[in-house]
């Protein structure tokens, strides 16, 4: 699954920095039929964690309330360089994941 | 006759109109379709109004995707902090729309995402914070093309 994440390159420690992630997915809410006449079963990307050099900064649980191409932001507190890695999962068990580096100075 | 508009009173409904769209939104009454729901999340502690702040258009032309904020009042730190965020709306086929969850290391406690909605309802928008309290928000917002979430 594509996504784009959106974290910083840089950042002073401490400094409170905004993190975002866009994933490539249709959100389908069950509710839906294709042009058979048949219901499309419902698939979403149930839950997001993120880590920041293996400690968990951010979880979402999702439902079919959220649009397609699930769009999500939230901040996090520039502790040290290192990763921040994002995991993902849809209603099929289908995963992704995304990495991001960050560079703390000061 | 002339028709005669007293300047006062025209003065006076321009006033009006101008002061309504800076009255807050409307109260968080846990009565209603989601006081079920409202019971559940909250464990039944009492859901207090205030601290939460819902950003939200008030008139959305597309149900499939309005953008939506959330920030709480909250020192973000060890022992004063948010530990989750939740958004639900009134007339979705299913109310409960997400729950992030969040500690002190999110630094500032703020979320946005883009939400679909089913028609013009209330979305409400529920913050847990680390003292055990349950604080909310909600906004009314005009939907003008549904999501079309519902069967059929």
């Known amino acids: 699954m594509d996504a784009r994440v959106q974290v910083p390159k840089q950042a002073r420690r401490g400094e409170v920095i905004d993190v975002r992630i866009a994933i490539k997915h249709p959100m389908e809410t069950g509710f839906r039929y294709d042009v058979m006449g048949k219901p499309i079963p419902k698939n979403v990307i149930n839950s997001l964690l993120v880590t920041y050099n293996g400690a968990e900064i951010f979880r979402a649980e999702l439902g079919s309330g959220i649009a397609a191409n699930p769009y999500l932001q939230f901040s996090t507190v520039a502790e040290a360089s290192g990763e921040l890695r994002f995991e993902w999962v849809d209603d099929n068990g289908t995963r992704g994941e995304e990495r991001a580096r960050i560079t703390v100075t000061g | ?152």
């Open chain 2, 1 to 152: 006759m002339k028709t005669r508009y007293p300047r006062r009173r025209v003065i006076a409904t321009l006033a009006g109109l101008a002061a309504a769209p800076l009255l807050p939104a409307r109260a968080a009454s846990p009565a209603g379709p989601l006081a079920p729901l409202i019971e559940k999340i909250t464990g039944g502690a009492p859901l207090q109004e205030g601290r939460v702040r819902l950003e939200i258009p008030r008139l959305a032309d597309n149900g499939h995707s309005v953008p939506l904020k959330v920030a709480v009042k909250s020192a973000m730190t060890s022992s004063d902090h948010v530990r989750s965020i939740t958004l639900l709306s009134e007339r979705n086929p299913r109310p409960l729309m997400a729950i992030f969850h969040l500690g002190p290391r999110a630094g500032r406690s703020e979320i946005a995402t883009r939400v679909r909605l089913n028609g013009t309802q209330r979305v409400l928008a529920i913050a847990q914070l680390s003292d055990g309290s349950y604080w909310s928000a909600s906004a009314e917002v005009e939907v003008t093309e549904s999501a079309c979430l519902d069967a059929g």
